[in-house]
């Protein structure tokens, strides 16, 4: 078994964000997710860094909750109607 091949855990480590958005060559990708693989430290690193930007793209996907644009225009309305005493 030929493990010297591997392209380390600092290599694969730092380039784990940029192969989960997408930003790293085939050959890159290939040598990070074949570290992964073969490394259970960066495996997980890759699961977290995966599961972030799945819930982030998630959250940014999502409207605001109904009501919010309401509620803020009311505190905007009792703002503006308040009037100081000269
Ligand atoms: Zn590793």
Same mark, same amino acid.
């Given at each position: 078994?030929?493990?010297? @091949?591997?392209?380390?855990? #600092? *290599? %694969?480590?730092? @380039?784990?964000?940029?192969?989960?958005?997408?930003?790293?060559? &085939?050959?890159?990708?290939?040598?990070?997710?074949?570290?992964?693989? #073969?490394?259970?430290?960066? %495996?997980?690193?890759?699961?977290?860094?995966?599961?972030?930007?799945?819930?982030?793209?998630?959250?940014?996907?999502?409207?605001? &909750? &109904?009501?919010?644009?309401?509620?803020?225009?009311?505190?905007?309305?009792? *703002?503006?109607?308040? @009037?100081?005493?000269?």
């Amino acid at each position: 078994m030929d493990m010297n @091949r591997d392209c380390g855990c #600092a *290599s %694969a480590f730092g @380039r784990i964000e940029a192969l989960v958005d997408g930003q790293l060559d &085939p050959i890159e990708s290939d040598e990070v997710r074949r570290h992964c693989s #073969a490394c259970e430290s960066c %495996a997980s690193e890759l699961d977290v860094v995966e599961t972030l930007t799945s819930r982030f793209r998630a959250a940014l996907a999502e409207q605001p &909750p &109904p009501g919010l644009r309401e509620s803020i225009f009311a505190n905007l309305k009792i *703002s503006t109607d308040f @009037r100081a005493p000269n």
